[in-house]
């Protein structure tokens, strides 16, 4: 089960009582200790805090509300990890501290940088991804995403050329409420929620960087931060759900996140009584289920999604699943 530090509600509480409701009723509702809305460091289950942001919402017919957390979340929600962010030499070296120490923060989410999906050769997509099952949990994603963004204009500019956002739902405010938040447009029922940036932004640097703050914030979390999972075979699945629309599976790069060798994480899996090639197609398999049964994407961008290059080859793998071509399944298990 993911956690996140109840940081990630920082502000709840003003944006209820800004609507006129009470926050603390609202937690006991969805089964949480109110304390918690005035702490940042106790370990929550991230489906509790996002099922007390879908139930605020419609309890109090407000649906920007995730939005309306974002605004009040500054980059210090982090904790250390925001001191080495902003003191990181360019905004590549911040997000790649991001990637290594997100988990001080929550284990349920990740950030990535990967090719753009439109194929633009001068954007990239900043990528945030959750772990949270099913249906996709709109208010968490908008607060996240928003997050995000307030995030790297905080540490470049207000106006970093943002080219467009997208998210992997239909929004439930009107669409006009996110592009005035986000300055540019904004497209749903994507495959999964990022930013298109520009390439060159990772280049930028950080004004006011200060490498020894950075240092000493390092060790702070070097020696706070738990000890990782050895579950091999989950945390590369994990990975590889996160990442196989825009990176090719690659047991390489996997290793080289989790910080071992190529041969130390086959023969890890292998312990487990698994292989990487094995969590792979079971990766795309559920999640070849979730799109071809749960959204209305054209099988192109269901194979996109997947990671595979042509879409011949997910009506190969879905006979292979399933016994049938990819449109039976979809017209059968809706």
């Known amino acids: 089960m993911a956690t996140i530090r109840s940081a990630g509600v920082r502000g709840f509480r003003d944006v209820v009582t800004s609507l006129g409701a009470d926050a603390d009723a609202l937690a006991v509702r969805v089964g949480l200790d109110p304390t918690v809305l005035d702490q940042d460091d106790v370990a929550v289950p991230d489906w509790k805090l996002a099922e007390l942001l879908e139930v605020s919402a419609q309890v109090l017919g407000c649906p920007d509300l995730g939005l309306r957390m974002a605004q009040r979340h500054g980059l210090d929600m982090l904790g250390p990890l925001a001191v080495i962010i902003a003191n990181s030499p360019t905004v590549d070296d911040a997000l790649t501290?991001?990637?290594?120490?997100?988990?001080?923060?929550t284990d349920g989410i990740s950030v990535s940088l990967r090719a753009d999906p439109l194929h633009d050769p001068t954007t990239v997509a900043l990528v945030y991804a959750v772990s949270l099952a099913e249906p996709v949990p709109v208010q968490a994603l908008d607060s996240g995403i928003g997050f995000l963004h307030r995030a790297v204009q905080s540490l470049v500019a207000v106006d970093y050329e943002l080219r467009s956002v997208h998210l992997p739902y239909d929004p439930v405010a009107p669409l006009a409420v996110y592009e005035e938040f986000f300055g540019a447009p904004v497209h749903p029922r994507a495959e999964a929620a990022y930013l298109r940036i520009p390439a060159t932004l990772g280049d930028t640097a950080i004004a006011g960087a200060d490498e020894s703050n950075r240092r000493r914030a390092l060790a702070y979390l070097e020696e706070a931060m738990p000890a990782e999972s050895e579950d091999f075979a989950g945390r590369?699945?994990?990975?590889?759900h996160h990442t196989l629309a825009y990176l090719p599976p690659q047991m390489s790069y996997v290793a080289r996140l989790l910080n071992v060798h190529e041969r130390t994480l086959q023969r890890r899996l292998a312990a487990e009584g698994t292989g990487f090639a094995?969590?792979?197609?079971?990766?795309?398999?559920?999640?070849?289920?979730?799109l071809l049964t749960r959204t209305d994407l054209p099988l192109a961008r269901v194979s996109a999604a997947l990671g595979f290059s042509e879409q011949a080859t997910l009506t190969r793998s879905a006979r292979r699943w399933w016994g049938s071509p990819p449109r039976e399944i979809r017209g059968a298990l809706r």
């Open 97 to 105: 501290s991001v990637s290594r120490y997100l988990r001080f923060h």
């Open 236 to 240: 590369t699945r994990t990975i590889i």
């Open 278 to 290: 094995e969590i792979v197609d079971d990766v795309r398999r559920q999640k070849a289920h979730e």
